[in-house]
């Protein structure tokens, strides 16, 4: 049977243009894609395309109704890196109802329209409002995947991961311990496919914590530079849930691992082109490939414990990425380990204030609850949701994905302390 008979099978419905066409087209990487249609004519091309065989990365669901079911959806649940919306109104009407869904998307999430209206002054006032792409109906598979490749796979289109490195101001700290919480926490609750990078090639502990043991991992990217593209890529991760997967360290030491300085950037690239977030566990080590690694990164998290030694370390730090990246926001702190018993400790406030660094979080001591998560490979939002420190660990999975702001506390106003005293008496 030749390729294009069996193509023929497999993509029903598509003509033999749309086959060729197709064949030129590279897999969607992990993203995830909702569609809200209003007829089954347009709904069935969107549920035949999320079973092509390039589309097998990403995750897609179809919902009956058009936009004023997306706009309900949405004012409960986060939105996905596409959303694909058909809509029979009339374009007034229906440019006035994408503004009312706006209010609602984050502002990554990208948007394809498939309308009724074969109307040019509509199509350049969807794309000029943000729109990423306005299709006239009816649609096939292959235009859906056509579409929704051109948006995500565009050679020449910046990755569509956001890179979020986290280091530790010490070893020890626990710096590796949240990275992986807040990857797992990333993808569970925004359905976001996220990836995690062990770079502790010697000691990394991502394969422990997520109860992983890879027969391959981030060593054979590395050494094979090469060889390196998303379906490479795809083979060496470990899937650890729905939505997370990991590039996980061989942690032994039958080599030292001496790297030229852009020995990992190719790897982190192809990984941002695969995954909407990736999470970057960087050892506690300063040489050229982890410098170079953190001056690349969309967001750096430094993990410190209060303590002189940790705060020295966590000034040099951020001095020296502010010298490194004059343009970007200073990194995120996370104080951990708060209270641990008979140890001094340099308050939140006076740590903070040297740095100028508003921590985004500060988490107690608590080592029973990381050390039954630990023992057992999993999460703490799997061992205990309504935790405390489980609740953080999802605030800041928000704040890092640019779904929230840092809280700060304020002091209380004249007000305020006289409303608490009138409660008090």
């Known amino acids: 049977m030749s390729n294009l008979a069996y193509d023929d099978q497999a993509e029903e419905g598509a003509s033999h243009q749309d086959v060729a066409a197709m064949q030129a087209l590279r897999p969607v990487p992990r993203i995830s894609v909702q569609a809200f249609c209003e007829t089954e004519s347009v709904a ?25 079911t997306a706009i309900e959806f949405y004012q409960s649940a986060p939105t996905p890196n596409l959303i694909i919306l058909e809509s029979r109104a009339e374009p007034g009407e229906m440019l006035e109802q994408l503004g009312q869904l706006a209010e609602y998307c984050d502002p990554t999430t990208k948007v394809v329209v498939i309308g009724h209206y074969n109307d040019v002054g509509l199509y350049r006032e969807l794309v000029r409002s943000g729109v990423s792409e306005y299709v006239v109906a ?20 910046e990755p569509i991961g956001r890179s979020i490195a986290f280091i530790g101001a010490k070893g020890g700290v626990g710096s590796s311990t949240i990275a992986h919480n807040v990857s797992w926490a ?17 000691f990394g ?35 650890c849930a729905e939505h997370l997967s990991l590039l996980a360290a061989p942690s032994t030491l039958d080599r030292t691992y001496d790297f030229d300085p852009e020995a990992f950037a190719g790897i982190i690239d192809i990984a941002q082109r695969s995954a909407p977030v990736v999470i970057l566990d960087v050892p ?10 953190l001056m690349k990164a969309d967001e750096i998290v430094i993990t410190a414990t209060p303590e002189l030694a940790n705060l020295r370390n966590t000034k040099n730090l951020v001095d ?3 010298r490194l990246r004059p343009n970007d926001l200073p990194p ?10 008979k140890r001094p400790e340099i308050s939140a406030a006076d740590f903070a204030e040297p740095l100028g660094i508003t921590p985004m979080a500060t ?3 608590d080592p029973q609850l990381f050390g039954n998560a630990s023992n057992n490979g999993r999460m703490l939002g799997e061992m205990d949701a309504a935790n405390a420190i489980t609740q953080q660990i999802a605030e800041m999975a928000h704040v890092l994905t640019g779904r929230a702001e840092i809280k700060t506390k304020k002091k209380p106003a004249l007000g305020d302390l006289i409303a608490r005293f009138r409660r008090k008496k």
């Open 138 to 157: 009816p649609v096939s598979m292959a235009d859906v995947v056509s579409v929704i490749s051109t948006i995500f796979v565009d050679p020449d289109a």
């Open 363 to 365: 988490i107690p001591f």
């Open 332 to 341: 995120k702190l996370i104080i951990n380990q708060i209270g641990v018993p």
């Open 205 to 239: 502990t991502a394969n422990i914590n997520f109860d992983q043991d890879p027969a391959q991992g981030v060593a054979e990217a590395v050494y094979a530079p090469e060889r390196i593209d998303e379906v490479y890529l795809d083979r060496l991760l470990a899937q």
């Open 186 to 202: 990333v993808s569970s609750l925004f359905k976001s496919e996220t990836v995690v990078v062990d770079l502790d090639l010697a």
């Open 44 to 68: 069935g091309p969107i549920e035949r395309a999320a079973e092509d065989r390039r589309m097998g990365k990403a995750h897609l669901k179809v919902h009956m109704g058009g936009v004023a």
């Open 320 to 322: 020296m990425l502010k």
């Open 284 to 293: 506690h080590i300063w040489n050229g490939w982890t410098k170079n690694t």
